[in-house]
């Protein structure tokens, strides 16, 4: 199986609940995307309505991949910059593989498309995102073509007594 791409896909109730489905299995699986678990869909849901309005403002472009029973099995969010001199590169947020797909090399395929999806974007000549420490997280994107970048230790606190470091990755597409 191969995972079908899609960027900017219709919004609508199909793709809502595909995305909050994906979203909640991945953080409930301890996935880095912004929750720790427990969440259920409504924990995630008003997440998911600002992303919306940042995409109905053409500020973001969402990346969907569906597996072959059409499910949505992975997403990633690429994000552009309002500020003036920074708009030569995009954010890459919530980056995620559906835990029953994992290990399988639809990450790698995923970030193919978003570079894909970043080179066809006028004047964009890097992709940057944020990573939490202590998931190999980083050796992912390396392996994608990313390089570490920055990282700022202990910036992300899990929960009390664990705190990760946040480390920036860049892909430069020039
Ligand atoms: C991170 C994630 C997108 C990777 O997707 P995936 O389909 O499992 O990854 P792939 O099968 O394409 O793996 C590609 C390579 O990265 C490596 N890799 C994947 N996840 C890794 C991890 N957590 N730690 C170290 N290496 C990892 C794989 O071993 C593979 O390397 P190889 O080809 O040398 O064997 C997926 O595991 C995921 O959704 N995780 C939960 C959400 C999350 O934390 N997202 C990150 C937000 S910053």
């Known amino acids: ?13 199909d793709l809502r609940d595909g995305v909050l489905a994906l979203w909640t299995d991945v953080s ?11 969440v259920t869909p409504d924990d995630i849901r008003p997440e998911w309505l600002r992303q919306l309005t940042v995409m109905a403002e053409g500020r973001m ?8 029973t059409g499910a949505v099995a992975a997403t990633a969010f ?3 910059n309002s500020h003036r001199l920074m708009r030569h590169w995009v954010w890459l947020y919530t ?15 995923l970030l193919a498309a978003v570079e894909r999806a970043a080179r066809d974007l006028d004047g964009i000549e890097a992709v940057r995102l944020g990573c939490r420490g202590g998931l190999g997280l980083e050796q992912f994107y390396a392996s994608c073509g990313y390089k570490e970048v920055g990282r700022v230790p202990a ?12 480390i920036t990755m860049l892909l430069t597409l020039t």
Do not use: S
């Not at 199986?1 to 109730?13: A, I, K, N, Q, S």
């Not at 409930?28 to 427990?38: D, K, S």
């Not at 910036?155 to 946040?166: F, N, Q, S, T």
């Open 78 to 80: 690429l994000a552009h």
């Open 28 to 38: 409930n699986a301890g996935g880095a995307v912004g929750f720790v678990p427990p």
């Open 95 to 109: 980056v995620m593989v559906h835990p029953r797909h994992q290990g399988k090399g639809y990450g790698r395929d």
């Open 155 to 166: 910036a992300i606190r899990v929960a009390p007594g664990d705190d990760r470091d946040d």
């Open 61 to 68: 472009r969402l990346l969907i991949g569906r597996d072959d």
């Open 1 to 13: 199986m191969t995972l079908r791409f899609e960027l900017d896909p219709p919004v609508g109730p």
